[in-house]
């Protein structure tokens, strides 16, 4: 099985969907069918399920997941340490983070080059419809999360940069021209959802008004390239984070203060038993600074 054909099956293992995997792996989803028979021609035995309502791996499907997912894993990271090796690094550290502003972070990861030369930062996007998933997968080494982080499996570490919460909507929307507007104005609104678990999610997307006023959530997104759209028409606003203000610029859409809403605490997640000395050095390195803010 070449290496492509292994990336489409455990990618389609993971979506459950033809068209989500070739658009994740930007392939036709003639190129994501043909590998998938391709595969199930050599083993003699269906790997999913297909009908029209979805897709579900066969018994076969699930054993070929469970035994390619670790030797997937393996070969990844022996072709990053050998590309590691040709710049003169001898490690990596996979950062992840919900949002783009890795450049708020250049204090820390000066410091933590400072301290950990031979190592070579890399920022992975993570969306807030799974904020825990790459770590548990090991797809991230440490994610940048905002608070609280109540997971069993999980270990919090120190607070990375604390950032204001805003509320973005159309350019157009009647409260784009105020100074601030408060937790209250939500119960006027359509508000987006998507982020899970729903504890988290609440934690910057309430489901009441501090009067105790229901908040209706409509659009289910799971990135900020999906919410840009739906705040352009109008059609929801979202609290966000005030860095969104710099990163997320667009004429189409307003940024306005939420005055009671509380900061945002984004601190280090990393899975608990999977720490390392580099984890360490740049966990040590977030705590000695204290936290950033912009």
């Known amino acids: 099985m070449e290496l492509r054909d292994i990336e489409i099956f455990l990618t389609l293992a993971k979506e459950l969907h033809f068209g989500r995997t070739a658009e994740q792996l930007h392939v036709s989803a003639a190129r994501v069918s043909q590998a998938i028979k391709k595969q199930e021609r050599a083993i003699g035995a269906e790997l999913f399920h297909r009908d029209s309502r979805k897709v579900r791996l066969t018994p076969a499907g699930i054993r070929l997941r469970d035994d390619l997912t670790p030797v997937y894993r393996d070969l990844q990271a022996s072709m990053e340490r ?3 090796a040709a710049r003169g690094k001898t490690d990596v550290l ?15 990861m000066d410091e933590f ?4 030369p031979g190592c070579e930062p890399q920022f992975r996007t993570i969306d807030f419809g799974d904020p825990f998933g790459p770590l548990r997968e090991g797809r991230v080494d440490v994610a940048i999360l905002w608070l609280p ?7 919090v570490g120190p607070v990375a940069y604390i950032d204001s919460v805003v509320l973005a909507m159309a350019a157009t ?4 021209g105020r100074t601030s507007v408060s937790l209250e104005d939500l119960g006027d609104e359509v508000v987006m959802g998507g982020a899970k678990p729903a504890y988290w999610r609440e934690a910057l997307v309430p489901l009441r008004t501090p009067s105790g006023r229901l ?7 799971s990135s900020n390239e999906e919410m840009l759209p739906i705040l352009s028409t109008g059609e929801a606003v979202s609290p966000g984070h005030g860095h969104a203000m710099r990163y997320y610029t667009r004429p189409d859409i307003a940024y306005v203060p939420i005055h009671d809403a509380p900061p945002a605490q984004m601190a280090l997640v990393w899975r608990t038993g999977a720490e390392n000395e580099v984890t360490r050095a740049f966990t040590e390195a977030v705590r000695d600074l204290g936290p950033l803010s912009p």
């Open 82 to 84: 050998a590309r590691l």
């Open 94 to 108: 996979r950062i992840g983070m919900l949002s783009s502003n890795a450049q708020d972070l250049r204090p820390i």
């Open 113 to 116: 080059a400072a301290r950990h």
């Open 149 to 155: 982080v109540l997971e069993p499996d999980l270990t």
């Open 173 to 176: 929307h009647r409260l784009a």
């Open 215 to 221: 908040i209706r959530i409509g659009p289910i997104v």
